[in-house]
T-cell receptor, first 113, second 114 residues
Framework: GESVGLHLPTLSVQEGDNSIINCAYS??????FIWYKQESGKGPQFIID?????DKRQGQRVTVLLNKTVKHLSLQIAATQPGDSAVYFC????????????FGKGTKLTVNP | DSGVTQTPKHLITATGQRVTLRCSPR?????VYWYQQSLDQGLQFLIQ???????AKGNILERFSAQQFPDLHSELNLSSLELGDSALYFC?????????????FGQGTRLTVV
């Protein structure tokens, strides 16, 4: 069945370091992936997305890597800042199926000053 | 600010009661999604409406129902509430459906059933 999960529930980094958050998915038919950031008391906020015809996509300080062979997704945050502290979710969708997003349980990123 | 508005922000009610959560999507968005977020289940898709019609259904209980009105706002109705229904309920919207673009989430309604 469909499932998206995250390898680590928590990640603690020093300010200025790079962060890598990982995600595994099991639905080989998934072809669209999104990373969301959720701060305390707020709704999920879009960070970056990637389609399955790409291996890498870069945004401002963020990079998403997709490895379809092992069904793995990662989010890299460069020069992590205290404002990056949040829970990060990966979500996947099979565009040939329903339009729902399947979310992982999330990784809590803590940035230490 | 995502442009998606949810009301109320907080709701406390007793078991067995019925509540209605409201969502106003971003201007121009035709698709509305409802998600439930609990500590042990993460973000679970409940239901999607597109331009007034039900488009997709997820793990939504029979005690729950939703609708989307002609002005595109949506309501999620939760009845015969149980303690386990306590959760954050999020609404999200986008224009063409999530297959084409990301969904924008509201701030959520925190439901506490006592």
């Amino acid at each position: 069945g469909e499932s998206v999960g995250l390898h680590l529930p928590t990640l603690s980094v020093q300010e200025g370091d790079n962060s890598i958050i990982n995600c595994a998915y099991s639905n080989s038919a998934s072809d669209y992936f999104i990373w969301y950031k959720q701060e305390s008391g707020k709704g999920p906020q879009f960070i970056i997305d990637i389609r399955s015809n790409m291996d890498k996509r870069q945004g401002q300080r963020v990079t998403v890597l997709l490895n379809k062979t092992v069904k793995h997704l990662s989010l890299q945050i460069a020069a992590t800042q205290p404002g990056d502290s949040a829970v990060y979710f990966c979500a996947e969708n099979n565009r040939g199926g329903s339009e729902k997003l399947v979310f992982g349980k999330g990784t809590k990123l803590t940035v230490n000053p | 600010d995502s442009g998606v508005t949810q009301t109320p922000k907080h709701l406390i009610t007793a078991t067995g009661q019925r509540v209605t959560l409201r969502c106003s999507p971003r201007s121009g968005d035709l698709s509305v999604y409802w998600y439930q977020q609990s500590l042990d289940q993460g973000l679970q898709f409940l239901i999607q409406y597109y331009n007034g019609e039900e488009r997709a259904k997820g793990n939504i209980l029979e005690r729950f129902s939703a609708q989307q009105f002609p002005d595109l706002h949506s309501e999620l109705n939760l009845s015969s509430l149980e303690l386990g229904d306590s959760a954050l309920y999020f609404c999200a919207s986008n224009t063409l459906g999530v297959k084409d673009t990301e969904a924008f989430f509201g701030q959520g309604t925190r439901l506490t059933v006592v």
